[in-house]
């Protein structure tokens, strides 16, 4: 009877019964999606100093790397919203995200300015909501769990390989041939993500509608008060050492507007409940809630090392964009290998929980392993060591976010739930970066750095503590 019932679930899913074909040139592009983008996260720390130089805005180029956060916060509960009402219209937000991804390259190749680079990455804020929300959802539609977990797996094997490609590649290719170089090397990447999926799976919202959740007026107040609450928070904190100065009349009404969007946000998921940008049935779920602050806290943990290593090397080093690109590259190498193990050993297993808890316990020990190879043997063959051992726990923690969610929530949530549990990742990072900002604006790189490695081993710590709060599924 049970192998009935899951044969007409499957009959029934209109991305499931799509032809083979049509399928692969989804998961394709997905997979050329994921290398653009790693491609681009993995040499923006190299090409933004390098960028600064040339045309200026050095005392503010970081905010480029988290200008595109706010966006992408508030689209990752958005395109969530929408994919669950609406799961036909899961292909055309993938491919709305790779046009913004196009648009992102082409600015970026020809700006004038530092200015114009940060108007660029605005736009790149849809892109991570498309791939880590949409595409990671896609995967799973189409294919069931074990298989979507190798998938997931191949996924996070791509983002190593994009970040060993992308770092050595394109951090040669930028210092000989210059910063706008990157652009044109990651622009046929994102087009080809636009376009594959137009001869990909097709789904009508007539057959799309048994797999509808959800319902109610839009959220536009929910979204928007989102939008500037935890866009708001980023911007503080990014801005407050350069363009608004904390304490000054700016700063504080840029505070004081996200404290009240926040608490705006929070009286609309109250009052709407499941009609709200983030249902309160997400919110109710321990591993959505468990899996969101984990992915909080170790992409905040990530910042660290991952966006201000580059610049230790450059600045105090005196080392080149290859130097840099070389040892961030090792930070990818033993991904390569893991993925698709790991992504299977989840989708097998039903959790993340084992996979997750050993990464974050790996993350502290590099985390202050790392202040003592910048003490005592600052050198790029010493940084390239330590690269390479927190590539295990890159590798564990990229797949653990990618499968886990997919095998750990149940349908009725997989979608919403997975867009708050990716949001984490992207708030992560963007807080991540802007309160490390702070530190080296008040220590400097060579003094801030150890600080900034010990706020990362504390929140590899908090990692660890809701890991170990996940669940299986009762069915799992």
Same mark, same amino acid.
């Given at each position: ?11 029934? +899913? ?13 998961? !394709? ?9 790693? &491609?681009?996260? @993995? ?6 100093? &390098? ?27 958005? #395109? ?14 993938? &491919? ?14 020809? *700006? ?66 210059? #910063? ?31 797999? *509808? ?24 904190? @990014? ?60 992409? !905040? ?35 390569? !290998? ?30 202050? @392993? ?5 003490? +005592? ?6 940084? &390239? ?14 797949? @653990? ?16 739930? +997975? ?37 990362? *081993? ?19």
């Amino acid at each position: 009877m049970e192998n009935e019932l899951t044969s007409k679930s499957t009959l029934t +899913n209109p991305f499931t019964e799509a032809p083979d074909g049509k399928k692969r040139l989804i998961l !394709f592009a997905i997979f050329v999606a994921i290398l653009g983008s790693m &491609m681009q996260s @993995s040499t923006l720390s190299t090409m933004l100093p &390098m960028a600064a130089g040339e045309i200026g805005g050095k005392d503010y180029y970081s905010l480029a790397s988290t200008i595109g956060a706010p966006l992408s916060i508030a689209a990752m509960p958005l #395109w969530g919203y929408i994919a669950a009402r609406s799961p036909h219209l899961k292909v055309p937000l993938f &491919m709305v995200s790779m046009a913004a991804g196009v648009v992102t390259m082409v600015l970026r190749l020809f *700006a004038p300015s530092m200015a114009m680079v940060i108007v660029a990455m605005v736009f790149w804020g849809f892109v991570s909501p498309g791939i880590f929300v949409v595409g990671y959802a896609l995967i799973r539609d189409m294919y069931d769990a074990q298989k979507a977990g190798v998938y997931l797996g191949v996924c996070s094997t791509l983002m190593m390989i994009a970040m060993i490609a992308g770092p050595v590649g394109a951090g040669a290719l930028m210092t000989y041939v210059g #910063w706008r170089s990157l652009n044109i090397l990651i622009l046929p990447f994102m087009v080809l993500a636009l376009v594959l999926p137009i001869f990909g799976v097709k789904v009508t919202k007539e057959q799309a509608a048994h797999l *509808a959740y959800g319902g109610g007026a839009f959220d536009i107040l929910g979204t928007v008060a989102l939008t500037i609450g935890l866009g708001g928070l980023i911007l503080y904190l @990014s801005m407050g050492t350069s363009l608004l100065p904390f304490l000054s009349l700016g700063s504080n009404v840029l505070l004081a507007v996200t404290i009240a969007a926040l608490a705006l946000m929070v009286g609309v998921i109250i009052k709407k409940k499941e009609s709200a940008i983030i249902p309160t049935q997400a919110l109710r779920n321990r591993n959505v809630l468990a899996f969101t602050a984990a992915n909080f806290c170790a992409n !905040f943990s990530n910042m660290a090392a991952f966006f201000f290593l580059p610049s230790f090397i450059i600045y105090v080093l005196g080392g080149t964009g290859t130097d840099s690109g070389l040892v961030m590259a090792c930070f990818s190498v033993v991904g390569v !290998f893991l993925g698709p193990i790991v992504g299977k050993a989840i989708g097998k297993s039903g959790s993340a929980k084992l996979m997750l808890s050993a990464s974050a316990v790996l993350r502290v020990v590099v985390s202050l @392993s790392l202040i003592l190879v910048l003490t +005592n043997f600052p050198t790029v063959p010493a940084l &390239m060591g330590m690269m390479l051992v927190a590539g295990l726990y890159n590798s564990l923690h990229g797949v @653990s976010f990618s499968a886990g969610p997919q095998v750990q929530l149940p349908g009725e949530l997989r979608v919403q739930g +997975n867009s708050v549990i990716q949001c984490g990742q992207n708030f992560g990072s963007g807080v991540g970066t802007a309160v490390y900002t702070v530190i080296i604006g008040m220590f400097g790189i060579t003094g801030g750095m150890p600080v900034a490695l010990i706020v990362a *081993a504390v929140f590899g710590g908090l990692t660890l503590l809701f890991a170990m709060m996940l669940k299986k599924l009762p069915q799992a």
